[in-house]
């Protein structure tokens, strides 16, 4: 088992920045790809940005050039930051840990708002 512990969410103003982690505890020779996911209210959670175990990346359309994840595999941390940060920024942000087997594993979330 992985378990995942979010941190460094909160409110900021638009155009500000926030840097999220993500600390994987237990089992963490399993984990392969890392990723974190938002859902904002009536809405689907959604990819926000991925990361694999060599360190490829992947982001959605729009967060690209304002986001950039990074993991540091020594401490089994996965970073979020997050540079001018929009009102429809606003959501929950989750992390997401991948097995090598293919089995998932999520944080609990973090709230991120970002105000107009």
């Known amino acids: 088992q992985v378990q995942l512990r979010e941190s460094g969410g909160g409110l900021v103003q638009a155009g500000g920045s926030l840097r999220l982690s993500c600390a994987a505890s237990?089992?963490?020779?399993?984990?392969?790809?890392m990723g974190w996911y938002r859902q904002a209210p009536g809405k689907q959670r959604e990819l926000v940005a991925h990361?694999?175990?060599?360190?490829?990346?992947k982001y959605a359309d729009s967060v690209k050039g304002r986001f950039t994840i990074s993991r540091d595999n020594a401490k089994n941390t996965v970073y979020l930051q997050m540079n001018s940060l929009k009102p429809e920024d606003t959501a929950v942000y989750y992390c997401k840990a991948t097995s090598f087997y293919g089995n998932d594993y999520w944080g609990q979330g973090t709230q991120v708002t970002v105000a107009s």
């Open positions: 990361i694999n175990i060599g360190g490829s990346t």
């Open positions: 237990g089992s963490t020779f399993n984990i392969g790809a």
